[in-house]
Each structure stands twice: as structure tokens, then as C-alpha cells.
């Protein structure tokens, strides 16, 4: 295999994956990080996210046009699920609002399955050939892919670096109690970060459906590489989310190098186990869990 | 009158009273300090002022205005600032994002609330950018002050403030304090260094098990033979 035949089929593809990952993990990490629970209905928001696009691409826009509808419809998902399930549970051991989450996953993906069936779909048929930049071959949808996902990540970082609710979220996530002696309203952090999360469900579960193909489960199946990602990259923190996805995307699809294709989906979970035996808190020191 | 006026407290965390009668008074331009044995219910009766314990019996009056029962976002909005005894500061922010999330309620021009604190804590002006968490401990102290300054306060609430600092850095903390009084802020304070605290405070409340038990100036208490005896090693 020459050089540029790994990247194009190796790298690449990694790269591609690996920030659809990061985009997934770093509303798991805010999750953890300011909420402090597992949120196990993460892959079936992006599931629902992913389909709210394709209604509209059926109704006629296209599906660059159609993500920023999806990921205000889902944010708008993620705060009444808040507000009639997790918030409900918060005085209550946190173990109980992840059971919730796990409920909430399985009842988004019935609604999936109900409204738009369980057969594979694509947001458009036909075979795209790659455009060839200096012997790196990329598609459309993956260029913009990866675009799309360096604008979410610096917006973000810009959001919580300056702005004055950004830094709210990160005192919230930091020191909840000094927050609240602060003035800092709980309430607002909790929807504003349901919101954020929403919105990142929606692009994450968009992108792999553009690159692949859409069906019922894809969310429930990426939602360990998330994680894995997320933790990897060390819990709390937006960049390590980044970092860990791109880990994790970029080790799957090398994975097939040293074991049986079947086995790419494990990559996550050896990682995962890797991390937490060698270094608990990940990559960047994250959170204790 | 008094600026802080607790009466007869008596409260607690859950349904069992940790207070049993506490009562206070800080004048305006006054550092007040409380001593006495670990669990006496010195950080208690400091969360009670701020609003933090469910208050049972008796008064907190604050500026001509009853504030018992007022939750502490409210409090703070009222002119009272409270720094923690632990976890004091956001350790993942930047000293100066610590400090705008002290002034989290304010809104407006803030330079000269930057430069007044920054004017208070010179050491600070250099380390601006850099974490809460990789101070010193002494530096952290300083940062967690600075971020109740922020909202310009009429009371400010420090609790051991110069816990496991070095006598160097204890000096320092109690000459930023009365920095700080000399600007116009009332100070109630517990401190574990009762020896220092009482010869530098204006007047002192000696507390044991949930109550009141000596008060004074400070140096009546450091002059006191039971208080002597109580803490300052005979
Ligand atoms: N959050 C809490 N919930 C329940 N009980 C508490 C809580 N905090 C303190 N207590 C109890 O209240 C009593 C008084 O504690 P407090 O922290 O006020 O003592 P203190 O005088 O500040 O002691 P120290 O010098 O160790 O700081 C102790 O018996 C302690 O166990
Ligand atoms: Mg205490």
C-alpha cells in the first residue's frame, strides 16, 4: 500500500469519523462536566437530529441548509426533556436521571422508528466521486464536514472562553456551590447547556447520516466511541473531547490493520478500558468520575 | 446602630440545631472575628448570616432590613459577600475570570472595580491570566477575596481566611483586610490563629458548642484568663 493510498483510505476516513465523533463527545463532556450524569440518550438525540434533517431535505431544502433547522429543533428536544424528565430527578442520586437518560434514549428512538420507518435512508442517492487536492482525495460532504466541525468547535470555544454565559457554564462546571454564592442562576446554565447539547446531537447525528446512511440505531451505535472519546479526552473538558474523538475515529479505521474488520466497533472499548487503567482522568485531566 | 445584627440564632443543616442561640453585632467600619474549637459552629454561624441554613429562632438584620430566611443570591444583592472556608475559587479559571464571576451581577463599566482590586492585591496584577488552581495557597486566598470584592459589599464574610497559610502570608492577609476596612467594608472573620486575630481585630466572639460564651475586644479576650486557657495554650 503506497503513502497516499493510506491516507485516502485510511487517514482520511479516520479524520472524517474521528470529528463527527469530537462533535458528539463534547456534548457528552458539557453534560458530564456541568450536569454530572451520564447522559445515555446522547446517540438517539443525534439519531432524531439526523432525521429532522432529512424531513426537511424531503421538503426541499437542501442538507447543508437544512442542518442549522435540525439543530434548533433539537435543542428545543433537549430542553423539554429536560424540563419533564431530568430536572424532575435532581434532587435525587444521580444514578436514577441516568436511568432516565437510558428511558429517554429508548423512547426518541421509537418516535424515529414510527415516524420515518426502520429501513436505511440518505439524505441524497447517487454515487459522488472525490475531487483530487494534490493526490488527497475528499468529497464534498467531507470537506464541508470537516469545515462544519472546525466553526462548531471554535464558535464554542469562543462562547465559553468571552461570553458572559460561557463563563457561567464554566464556573457551573468548575465550583457549583461558589457559582450560586456568585449569583449565577442554576436554572439558566442547566437549559442554556441543554440547548448547546441539542444543537451538537443534531450536527453530530447529521454528519454521520451524510456520510453514510441514515437508520434507527446509528445514534445507540456510536454512542461508546462517543463516550470513550469523551473520557479519553478527559471529562470536562471541550478540547480533550476533540482530541479523543479524533483518537478514537482515526484508531477505528486503522483498527482493521492489526484485527478483523468486525472487530473496528471494539476499538472504542479497548480504548476506553486503556485510559481508564493507565490515566482515569484522560488525556487533559479531566474530572474525577 | 449596628450594620450586622444577629439575634438569638438558632438552626441548622437538617432537623437537628447546630445553633443554639448565637448572637452578633458588627458595626460599620468594624473587623469582627470568631474564635473557638473546631465544631463549635463558627463556619455555621456564617452560613446562617448568608443565608445558607435554615434559621429557626431569633433575627438577622442587616442594614435596617430583616434578612432572616433570604436566600443568598438575594443576600448578596443586599450588600453581602461570603467567602467559603474551602473550594473558595474557580481553580479552572483564570484569577481574572474569577473575578468577573464576582461581579457576575454587575453590569456596567467594571475598570474601576478591576482596579480597585487589582490596587488591593498588587501580586495579583501580574498572575492575571494565569489559573486559580496553580497558585499558591496564600495567592488563592487573595484571588477567592478578590472575587467577593468584586460586587462591592457593605459586609464581607471570610472564613479562615489564613488557614495553612505561612506566618509571611497570614501578615499579608490580615494587612489586606484592614486595607479593606479602611476602604469602607465591615469584616466578620473566623479565624483558627486566635492569638493573631484577636490582637489585630476590632472585637471578638469566643463561641463553644453552638453558643455564645466569651465577647469583648480583643484584647480584653487575649487578657480573659478562661480564654487564655480555652485556646491560646495558657
Ligand atoms: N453541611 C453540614 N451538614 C451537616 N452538619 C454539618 C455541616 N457542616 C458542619 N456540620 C456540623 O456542624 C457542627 C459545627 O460545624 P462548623 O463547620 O460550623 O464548625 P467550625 O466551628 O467552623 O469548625 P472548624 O474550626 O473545624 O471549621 C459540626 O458538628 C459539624 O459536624
Ligand atoms: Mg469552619
Request: proline letters at 3%; one cysteine or more.
Amino acid at each position: 500500500m503506497s503513502f497516499m493510498e493510506f491516507i485516502n483510505f485510511h487517514l482520511v476516513p479516520g479524520i472524517v469519523l474521528g470529528s463527527v465523533y469530537a462533535v458528539g463527545a463534547i456534548g457528552i463532556t458539557l453534560v458530564f462536566g456541568i450536569l454530572r450524569f451520564a447522559h445515555f440518550a446522547h446517540g438517539d438525540m443525534a439519531t432524531l437530529g439526523a432525521f429532522i434533517a432529512l424531513a426537511l431535505v424531503t421538503a426541499g431544502l437542501t442538507p447543508w441548509a437544512a442542518l442549522p433547522v435540525a439543530m434548533a429543533a433539537v435543542a428545543v428536544v433537549a430542553i423539554v426533556v429536560d424540563k419533564l424528565f431530568y430536572d424532575y430527578l435532581k434532587a435525587r442520586p444521580k444514578i436514577m436521571t441516568v436511568m432516565a437518560s437510558l428511558g429517554v434514549a429508548l423512547m426518541l428512538r421509537a418516535v424515529v422508528q414510527v415516524v420515518f420507518g426502520v429501513d436505511p435512508r440518505t439524505y441524497a442517492t447517487g454515487i459522488v466521486r472525490p475531487d483530487d487536492y494534490f493526490g488527497i482525495l475528499l468529497r464534498d460532504r467531507e470537506l464541508y464536514t470537516l469545515a462544519a466541525v472546525v466553526l462548531i468547535v471554535i464558535g464554542l470555544t469562543l462562547f465559553l472562553r468571552h461570553s458572559r454565559w460561557g463563563k457561567a457554564m464554566r464556573a457551573m462546571s468548575d465550583n457549583p456551590d461558589l457559582a450560586r454564592l456568585s449569583g449565577v442562576d442554576n436554572r439558566k446554565v442547566t437549559m442554556l447547556t441543554w440547548a448547546i447539547v441539542g444543537a451538537l446531537c443534531a450536527a453530530s447525528g447529521f454528519m454521520l447520516g451524510i456520510n453514510n446512511e441514515l437508520h434507527s440505531m446509528m445514534g445507540w451505535q456510536v454512542l461508546l466511541p462517543m463516550f470513550a472519546a469523551a473520557i479519553l479526552g478527559g471529562v470536562g473538558r471541550v478540547e480533550g473531547a476533540v482530541l479523543g474523538g479524533l483518537i478514537v475515529g482515526i484508531a477505528e479505521e486503522m483498527s482493521i490493520f492489526i484485527l478483523p474488520a468486525q472487530y473496528k466497533a471494539a476499538t472504542a472499548f479497548v480504548l476506553l478500558l486503556l485510559i481508564l487503567l493507565v490515566r482515569p482522568r484522560g488525556l487533559l485531566n479531566g474530572k474525577v468520575l | 446602630m449596628a450594620l450586622l445584627d444577629m439575634k438569638a440564632v438558632r438552626g441548622g443543616y437538617g432537623d437537628a440545631d447546630i445553633l443554639h442561640g448565637v448572637s452578633m453585632t458588627v458595626g460599620e467600619r468594624e473587623i469582627v472575628v470568631i474564635v473557638g474549637p473546631n465544631g463549635a459552629g463558627k463556619s455555621t454561624a456564617m452560613k446562617a448570616v448568608f443565608g445558607l441554613l435554615t434559621v429557626r429562632g431569633g433575627h438577622i438584620v442587616f442594614d435596617g432590613e430583616d434578612i432572616t430566611g433570604w436566600a443568598p443570591d438575594r443576600i448578596v444583592q443586599r450588600g453581602i459577600c461570603y467567602v467559603p472556608q474551602v473550594d473558595n475559587v474557580f481553580r479552572e479559571m483564570t484569577v481574572h475570570e474569577n473575578f468577573e464571576m464576582g461581579a457576575f451581577l454587575r453590569r456596567g463599566d467594571l475598570s474601576a472595580a478591576y482596579d480597585r482590586i487589582y490596587g488591593l492585591f498588587p501580586d495579583l496584577k501580574a498572575k492575571r491570566r494565569n489559573l486559580a488552581g496553580d497558585l499558591s495557597g496564600g495567592q488563592r486566598q487573595m484571588v477567592a477575596m478578590g472575587r467577593a470584592l468584586m460586587l462591592d459589599p457593605k459586609l464581607l464574610l471570610l472564613d479562615e481566611p489564613t488557614a495553612g497559610l505561612s506566618p509571611k502570608y497570614m501578615e499579608q492577609i490580615f494587612q489586606i483586610t484592614r486595607d479593606v476596612r479602611d476602604a469602607g467594608v465591615s469584616i466578620l472573620l473566623v479565624e483558627q490563629h486566635a492569638k493573631q486575630a484577636l490582637a489585630f481585630c476590632d472585637r471578638g466572639y469566643v463561641l463553644a458548642t453552638g453558643a455564645n460564651r466569651h465577647e469583648g475586644t480583643g484584647q480584653a479576650l487575649l487578657a480573659d484568663r478562661e480564654v487564655a486557657e480555652m485556646f491560646l495554650g495558657g
